[in-house]
């Protein structure tokens, strides 16, 4: 299986800076056929499922707020908050969808408000 | 609008079978593009896909390694609806669980997931 790996934990951001999270996978995630990396981004509030924010590393889902950007190549990727607001506040988790199953999460970085 | 809906018993007794149904509105099991998922999070695994049935002509299903012996997920044609059974749980199983539907855009698909149920709560404990 692809393990995930996330950075940091958590992280606190003063209302209207940068949040910036890290994940890396134990392999290339990079799909040939499409030339696209198969890496996507979730963000969960509290009693809520996860909420597909990015997929294809830097793709945003409809309706995303263009605040968040995913980029990277190869293993190692970054999901950026610009502008944080206090609605940005949950966790953040990566998912690998290489290949064939399964598919991996991380496990996730908090994002509080400083 | 889709929506998936979750129903099943949130406590079990370690041995016993974990049933949970996704009842399916705005969209149909037998979709020839969507694949229907089993996903769970606990605080000691995180969030854990579990596995998926879809429908390409035929019926077809994979499982997350770690649960394969023990897991079934099926669909119900007749409710438009799809099921997990997970048997032999013990306390390591306690976790929300999630039915998910996979990302599609026009004929474009991807393993994410952006349609999600409410989620269980499972407890399993003696």
């Known amino acids: 299986d692809i393990v995930m790996t996330q950075s940091p934990d958590s992280l606190a951001v003063s209302l209207g800076e940068r949040a910036t999270i890290n994940c890396k996978s134990s392999?290339?995630?990079?799909?040939?056929?499409?030339?696209?990396?198969?890496l996507a981004w979730y963000q969960q509030k509290p009693g809520q499922p996860p909420k597909l924010l990015i997929y294809?590393?830097?793709t945003r889902q409809s309706g995303v707020p263009d605040r968040f950007s995913g980029s990277g190549s190869g293993t190692d990727f970054t999901l950026t908050i610009n502008s944080l607001r206090a609605e940005d506040v949950a966790v953040y988790y990566c998912?690998?969808?290489?290949?064939?199953?399964?598919?991996?999460f991380g496990h996730g970085t908090q994002v509080e408000i400083k | 609008q889709v929506q998936l809906q979750q129903s099943g018993p949130g406590l079990l007794k370690p041995s016993q079978t974990l049933s949970l149904t996704c009842a399916i509105s705005?969209?149909?099991?037998?979709?020839?593009?969507?694949?229907w998922n089993w996903i769970r999070q606990s605080p000691s695994r995180g969030l854990e896909w579990l596995g998926r049935?879809?429908?390409?002509?035929?019926?077809?299903?994979d499982y997350a390694p770690s649960v394969k012996s023990r897991i079934t997920i099926s669909p119900d044609t007749s409710k438009n609806q799809f099921s997990l059974q997970l048997n032999s749980v013990s306390p390591e199983d306690t976790a929300v669980y999630y039915c998910?539907?996979?990302?599609?855009?026009?004929?474009?698909?991807?393993?994410?997931?952006?349609?999600w149920g409410q989620g269980t709560l499972v407890t399993v404990s003696s």
């Open positions: 294809w590393a830097s």
């Open positions: 049935t879809n429908y390409r002509s035929r019926w077809y299903s």
């Open positions: 705005g969209d149909s099991v037998s979709s020839n593009t969507a694949t």
């Open positions: 998910a539907r996979r990302f599609c855009r026009g004929i474009m698909c991807l393993d994410v997931f952006d349609l």
């Open positions: 392999q290339s995630v990079l799909h040939s056929p499409d030339n696209k990396h198969h």
């Open positions: 998912q690998q969808h290489y290949g064939t199953p399964p598919w991996t």
